[in-house]
């Protein structure tokens, strides 16, 4: 059993950034497929980005490569997403998650069903 807590949200202006962490408790994520989605109000759940653990190997979504980075902190068991040059359209509840598939792919990654614990998620509101 895992727990995740989110955490760094808040209000931001365009343009900025803001460093969101997912803290993970009770297992090592070693061995887990990590996963950031968000969901904006009366919208599906969206990928962003993900990260299998053991090999370090990346996927984002094309609406935020090359502005957010999934980053993980072995030594405190949590993962981060870096999010840059931010827009009021990226303000959502963002939330991680955290699969048993240890050499999760695609399309897997991207489908939020296919992961096993989630975050309670943390609100980011970008003004213009």
């Known amino acids: 059993q895992v727990q995740l807590v989110d955490s760094g949200g808040g209000l931001v202006q365009a343009g900025g950034s803001l460093r969101l962490s997912c803290a993970a408790s009770?297992?090592?994520?070693?061995?887990?497929?990590m996963g950031w989605f968000r969901q904006a109000p009366g919208k599906e759940r969206e990928f962003l980005a993900a990260?299998?653990?053991?090999?370090?190997?990346?996927y984002y979504a094309d609406s935020v490569k090359g502005r957010f980075t999934i980053s993980r902190d072995n030594t405190k068991n949590t993962v981060y997403l870096r999010m840059n040059s931010l827009k009021p359209e990226d303000s959502a509840v963002y939330s991680c998650?955290?699969?048993?598939?240890?050499?999760?792919?695609?399309?897997?990654?991207?489908?939020?069903?296919?992961?096993?614990?989630w975050g309670q998620g943390t609100q980011v509101a970008v003004s213009s």
């Open positions: 009770g297992r090592t994520l070693s061995t887990y497929s």
């Open positions: 990260r299998r653990w053991y090999d370090g190997w990346t």
């Open positions: 998650a955290a699969s048993t598939t240890q050499a999760m792919g695609i399309p897997d990654m991207v489908v939020p069903s296919k992961y096993d614990y």
